[in-house]
Every structure is written in C-alpha cells, then in structure tokens.
C-alpha cells in the first residue's frame, strides 16, 4: 500500500497538498508511532482550563519548550487532585494533531502530580524572602489619594489591559491627566522596563497614583511582575502604586508590594478614581445641606433681628410718648366720663329748677283762676285791703288779659 508521500512528489508543483491532507498525514504518522502512543511526559502545568464539558486543557512546560495537552471528561474524573497552574505533573497518554487548528497535542489518560514547578518554587521563595525582609508589611501602605488629578500607568501600550484602564477612567473620572509609560509586560525585557517605567514616571511626571498590570496568562507570562527588581521599585515608588496583574486568582509579587492590590486591571482603575456620578451626588448632598444651613442661619438671624427690634422698640421714647398718649386717653376718657356725669346732673338740677320755677310762676298760679291786683295810679300790687279805698282804680290780670275795675266796697275781715 502507498502512502500519500508515495502519490505525491513535494517538488512537483502541480501535486499541491490541502492543508487537511497535510494534518491528516501527520495525525497518521503520530498515531502510527508506538512509542507517542504510550509515554510519560514531566512538565509544569500552565494555562489550565476546565470548561463546562468537563474536559481538561493545558500545557506541559519545562524552561525551554511546551506543549498542548486534553484530558477527556472520562479520565479527568478519575484524578485524586486538582490540577492548577505551576504544579508539576507526570502525564501519560499519546501523541496526535487536533487538524481544525493544525495543533500537535498531547491526549492525556493519566496525570500525577510530581511536586511544585521551578517557577512556583521560584516565586514562593523570593515571596518568603521579600515578607521576611518587611517589603509586604502593611506599614509600608501608603492611603490612596480620594481624587487624582494625574494618573500614571505602567503597561504594554499595545495590550488589552491598557485600553480597559483608559476606558473605566475615562467614564468614571474623566478629568484626570493620564501619563502612560509604556513597557513590555512578557518576556526578558519586561522585567528591567517595568522598573525604568516606574522611575520615569516618578521622576519626570510625579503622578498622584500609578497603576501597575496586564492581563492574565500563565505563571510564566506573569513572571516579570514577580521579579525581585519589580517588586522593590513598586515599593520604592515615591506615588501610592495600584496592581491590576492577571485575573482575579492570579498573585504576583508585584501585588504584595503595591500599596492595593486590584484583581484585574479594570478594577484598579476603579479603585484609583471615584465615580463622576457619586460625585456629583455628593455635590447635590453638599448644596441641599448648605442651602438648608443657609435657611436655618437667615431663620436665625430673623428671629434675632425680630428680638432686637422688640427691644428697641420697648427702649424707644416712642414707647413712653405711646404710654403717656395711653394715659392721656384714659384720662380724657375719665374726664368725659365725669363731665357727662356732670352735665347729667346738673341738667336734672336745671329739670328741678325749672319745674320749680314753673309750679311758682304766676302765670301758672293765673291759670289756675287767681288774678294779680295792683293800682292802675302807681302800679303797686295790692295785697291788702288796706291799699286802696272805695271808688280807687285798680288793674286785674287774669291769665287771658287784663282789665281795670273801680273799688266800690271793701271787706277787711278774713275768709270774706
């Protein structure tokens, strides 16, 4: 039976290979080798995955070389442990090519763990180190500034955790004054820029507040936060230094070192800034307490001004001219009080008077049937007989007239 390498002759142009041809014929080659179909591969575990499926992803690492290994949900139940980033495993299974992606990959139908990775023991180790010499205290922390006005930010220029950070800062506190210094982030040369772009910005920029972090990845791509050098100048930083490395359950030495440790480099731009909307809500809080405080004072001082105002007012020379105006009413009241009583009495002395005066008038005395006699020569009232003779004129006024009479007899004796 002929292979394909048997049908086709590479230097022949017009015989090209598909892509699923090349992946099927080497899937073939490596299931065909008995020896990648029973091995034990030894390397640490990184980027491990289980999915809902169950299934396990990962890589097999040493510090040269890695590769891609699956273990089926069937094998994977049968573990005694839970595999996880940095330990190191013994792995057996077989060797093939997963041909959707091209990838070469170890399928796993064992797994054992061997010890702690040298990357772990690593950073185990300098963390001891580090904590023992007082690195981590928390004396060391420095408060983080309630509102920055500039930011500085140590990360890749190009990564995703640099467009997050921008992002959340830029919604919740647009007014600060960002300064990046960009560094790699992954790799040999991270680990002296992360410290130069430090420096950089603590010297020439001297920001408020500097965020350190990129995204997540394997211990291996994290390992330039966890050098010793990185750590020493995130605790030498002159501004408080905020970490944001990986997700939530990776931990660097660069977080122990920092003076807040966010779980990814979005949450650290929150936890530098505070939220516009909060703010302007603590403002609105802030003028309805002085508009209240103001209300309160004018009410305050009203009530103050009302009672200076009454003392005057009592003080005042226009409260005695009122008062001795008070008095002078009441004392006209009680003259015109007394002279009416006055004048009342008095007119009943005139009413007695006059109906006195009235019972002695003669007219009154004429109408009752008496006449007034006087002489008609001398006009002398004749009250006694004495006063004339016979044959003398007199003069009678009785109440409706008068009219003379001459005397022609007179009687002296009494009662005739």
Known sequence: MKSIMDQYTL???????????????????????????????????????????????FTLKDSEAAVRCVMWRSA???????????????????????EVSGQVQLYVDTLKPSGEG????????????????????????????????????????????????????????????????????????????????????????????I?????????????AFNDENVARAVADSAAPV????????????????????APTPTAAAEVAVPDKLDLLAALVDIANQQAMQMRERIADVQFEFSQVKHTLERLSPAHDIDTYRQRLDEVTLRLDRAAQVRLEQKALQLQNLQQALRSLNPQAVLQRGY????????????????????DDTVQIQVSQGKMEAQITQINSGEGQ
């Open 11 to 57: 230097f022949q142009p017009e015989n090209i290979l598909t892509v699923s041809q090349l992946t099927g014929y080497l899937r073939k080659l490596l299931e065909g080798d008995v020896l990648l179909q029973d091995l034990w591969v030894q390397g640490e575990i990184s980027n491990f995955a289980r999915p809902s499926s169950g299934h396990l992803y």
């Open 371 to 390: 006449a007034i006699v006087t002489r008609t020569d001398t006009g002398v009232l004749v009250k006694n007989t004495v006063q004339v003779q016979p």
């Open 211 to 223: 965020l350190i972090g990129r995204g997540g990845g394997s211990i291996e791509d994290l390992w």
């Open 242 to 261: 905020i970490s944001g490395v990986g997700h939530e359950t990776d931990f660097t030495l660069a977080d122990f070192a920092a003076d807040f440790r």
């Open 76 to 98: 994977a139940a049968r573990l005694k442990f839970t595999p996880r980033d940095g330990l190191a495993v013994q792995a057996h299974g077989g060797m093939s090519v997963y």
């Open 118 to 209: 040298a990357l772990y023991q690593e950073f185990l180790r300098l963390k001891a180190a580090l904590e023992a010499e007082g690195l981590f205290n928390l004396e060391r922390k420095r408060p983080l500034p309630e509102r920055p006005r500039t930011i500085g930010i140590v990360t890749s220029p190009t990564g995703a955790a640099l467009q997050d950070m921008l992002n959340t800062l830029r919604r919740r506190y647009p007014i600060a004054k960002v300064i990046l210094a960009p560094t790699a982030v992954q790799g040999i040369d991270a680990p002296p820029g992360i410290v130069t772009a430090l420096q950089r910005l603590n010297e020439e920029v001297h920001p408020d507040v």
